[in-house]
C-alpha cells in the first residue's frame, strides 16, 4: 500500500517566492495533519483537517501561511512569501481516527530552503 | 508554547544498555501518549503508545511507563542496538469530537555505540 506522498521532496528557492508544499494521505484515512520540524523547535503542528475541514490552525505562523484540502485525497500548504526563516522540513500525516485512535502516518517530508 | 517537555535533548549508550527518556505534560486531559521514532530522511512512525488507565506497556524491547499523579512518562529501550539509534518524540493528545493531534515533545537523539 502506497503511504503518503508528498511532494516537492527538496525545494530551494529564494526570498519573496511562493512555495507549494503538496500531500496526498492514504486513502481511506479521514484526518490529516501538517507539521514542521526544526532543530529548535523539534515538531510543530501547523493545522490538521478532519473529514477535509480545517479543526485547528493556531500553529499556522501567520497569514504568509494557508492551507487547502479541496478533497479527501489532496492536500495543500502555502507559503507567500517565503523567508529564510520558514526553512525547514514540512511533513504531511493522515490517520483514520474513530473514537480514542488513530495511528498518525507521515510521509518524508518536504525540506524546504529559503534563500 | 510546548505542551510536552521532553529529555534529555541527546542520549548516548553502549550496545546492551538501558536508555530512558523522559516526558512531561500538564494538560491533564491528555488522554494518549504515544511515543514516534525517527531516522534520518524519514518520517516519524510510531512505536509504541500508552493510555492514562494503565501504569506501563511492553512491546518486545520497548517500555512505556506511565505516571498520572506525576503527570510523567518515560520509554525505556531494553537491551539497545545499534539499529535503535534514532530520535525519539513522545507526544500527547487529548480526544475530541472533531479529531485530535499529536502535541509532541522536542525530540531525544539517541545513539547507540558498538
Not at chain 1, 478532519?50 to 500553529?59: E, F, K, L, M, Q
Not at chain 1, 485525497?73 to 526563516?85: C, H, N, V, W, Y
Request: proline share 7%; aromatic share 12%; charged share 20%.
Amino acid at each position: 500500500d502506497a503511504g503518503v506522498i508528498q511532494s516537492p521532496r527538496h525545494e530551494v528557492t529564494e526570498m519573496g517566492q511562493e512555495v507549494t508544499l503538496r500531500c496526498k494521505p492514504i486513502s481511506g484515512h479521514n484526518s490529516l495533519f501538517w507539521y514542521r520540524q526544526t532543530m529548535m523547535r523539534g515538531l510543530e503542528l501547523l493545522i490538521y483537517f478532519n473529514n477535509n475541514v480545517p479543526i485547528d490552525d493556531s500553529g499556522m505562523p501567520e497569514d504568509r501561511f494557508s492551507a487547502k484540502m479541496p478533497n479527501a485525497s489532496f492536500s495543500t500548504l502555502k507559503i507567500q512569501p517565503s523567508e529564510p526563516r520558514d526553512s525547514a522540513v514540512y511533513f504531511c500525516a493522515s490517520s483514520f481516527q474513530r473514537g480514542l485512535t488513530g495511528e498518525l502516518f507521515f510521509g518524508e517530508g518536504s525540506r524546504l530552503t529559503v534563500l | 508554547q510546548q505542551q510536552v517537555k521532553q529529555s534529555p535533548q541527546s542520549l548516548i549508550v553502549q550496545k546492551g544498555g538501558i536508555p530512558i527518556i523522559n516526558c512531561a505534560y500538564e494538560n491533564t486531559a491528555f488522554d494518549y501518549f504515544p511515543w514516534y521514532q525517527q531516522f534520518p530522511g524519514k518520517g516519524p512512525a510510531l512505536l509504541i503508545a500508552i493510555r492514562p488507565d494503565v501504569s506501563e506497556k511492553k512491546e518486545g524491547r520497548f517500555t512505556i511507563s506511565f505516571n498520572k499523579s506525576a503527570k510523567q512518562f518515560s520509554l525505556h529501550i531494553m537491551d539497545s542496538q545499534p539499529g535503535d539509534s534514532a530520535t525519539y518524540f513522545c507526544a500527547a493528545s487529548e480526544y475530541s469530537n472533531s479529531g485530535y493531534a499529536l502535541n509532541f515533545g522536542k525530540g531525544t537523539s539517541l545513539l547507540v555505540t558498538p
